[in-house]
């Protein structure tokens, strides 16, 4: 019995030990240093649901980290007003995470890069708004534009989507069926008051539980378990992709603006290393290599495919930029360079199709 009782004492002090290291380690040593569920969220990003698209910024000024800028209309970067000035020449950008430019700080995002190259071309009347939502596939922005984005009266209007149409392929399910409700990530909110007193207490059980919760993310699917998913790839929803790129095109005309459609640059190609491979996050869309090379070139075919046959201005940046593994931090976002190469690409080419509408 006595040696039963010297063992778990000694398991005793070593766990304390342990978890006591484990608390200097995390406070004082750890690069993530200090965190709970509610500081990780102030340091993010806040969302809420939308009505046409799955989730929106709201309306209030926002910084992530000092990294990124959100004005109070809810889009990326500098304050605009919502009556578009006399003799300006409004620009907007609809996308995903590659065009609101995860890896760009402040106003270094390739569309506001784009609004700096263009004044130093001497089109000192041009404004940019960002309109990329993180997340967003071509039906979120089409929502999006012709819910709100549509009222600042752009001109011109960029438009492209890949990745996150692609993270649908293997569901069965078409669009209005899919149940994508918004809500927020364990990460960063707390489970329970109990959830919440560790948290405030113990850094290991912060960053454990931190690590937990990535990983159970990481382990889910691209989308909801709600509603079933194939082992094959259901390219009934290149139909879907090509409706909603036409639509975005009339709904850009209808209003008067000029649609600029462009193909979405990527990592991705027949040729990665298995270096480059290891950066791509195939579990997001559930494809592996030779498949998602094809879904992308079937997605590029319907975008080529819409330009001629509606006659739209088009940029070709996937065709420039696809492949360079130096351009890309991942499968598809831009590292610092890859932003100002594009940024070059859409500046050179908007002042090209600007020049061509005012002269003919």
């Known amino acids: 019995m006595k040696r039963i009782k010297d063992i778990a004492l000694v398991v005793v002090i070593s766990l304390a030990v342990a978890i006591l290291a484990?608390?200097?380690?995390?406070r004082f040593i750890s690069a993530q240093g200090y965190i709970t569920p509610a500081l990780l969220k102030a340091r993010g990003l806040e969302y809420k649901p939308g009505n046409f698209a799955r989730y929106i910024l709201p309306q209030k000024e926002q910084t992530s980290r000092g990294k990124y800028y959100v004005n109070k209309l809810g889009y990326r970067g500098h304050d605009f007003s919502v009556e578009k000035q006399p003799g300006t020449i409004r620009v907007m950008t609809m996308g995903g995470s590659s065009v609101f430019d995860v890896g760009a700080l402040d106003d270094e995002d390739w569309p506001h890069r784009v609004e700096q190259l263009l004044k130093e071309r001497g089109l000192n009347n041009v404004e940019v708004i960002n309109a990329g939502i993180i997340g967003y596939n071509s039906a979120d922005s089409l929502g999006r534009f012709i819910a709100e984005a549509h009222t600042f009266k752009p001109d011109y209007v960029f438009f492209f989507s890949a990745w996150?149409?692609?993270k649908y392929f293997k569901s069965t399910q078409n669009l209005l069926r899919r149940q994508e409700i918004y809500t927020e990530s364990p990460l960063l909110h707390y489970t329970s008051g109990v959830d919440r007193f560790l948290c405030e207490t113990s850094q290991v059980y912060a960053h454990l539980r931190q690590e937990y919760y990535a990983w159970r993310e990481r382990r889910q699917p691209a989308v909801s378990e709600e509603f079933a998913h194939s082992n094959e790839v259901n390219f009934e929803h290149l139909k879907q992709y090509r409706l909603n790129v036409e639509l975005f095109v009339e709904a850009a005309r209808n209003i008067g603006a000029?649609?600029?459609?462009?193909?979405e640059p990527t990592l991705i190609s027949p040729a990665n290393t298995d270096f480059e491979k290891q950066r791509i996050k195939y579990q997001s869309v559930e494809l592996n290599h030779e498949q998602l090379c094809d879904a992308y070139q079937r997605v590029?075919?319907?975008?080529?495919?819409?330009?001629a046959a509606k006659q739209v201005d088009f940029i070709d940046a996937s065709k420039e930029l696809s492949g360079r593994t130096e351009l890309f931090w991942d499968h598809g976002h831009l590292t610092m360079r890859g932003s100002e190469t594009l940024a070059q690409l859409v500046s050179r080419e908007f002042e090209r199709i600007y020049k061509q509408r005012i002269s003919g």
């Open 300 to 307: 590029e075919t319907i975008v080529r495919e819409v330009v």
């Open 164 to 166: 996150n149409d692609l």
């Open 258 to 263: 000029v649609p600029i459609l462009m193909t």
């Open 22 to 26: 484990g608390e200097v380690y995390y």
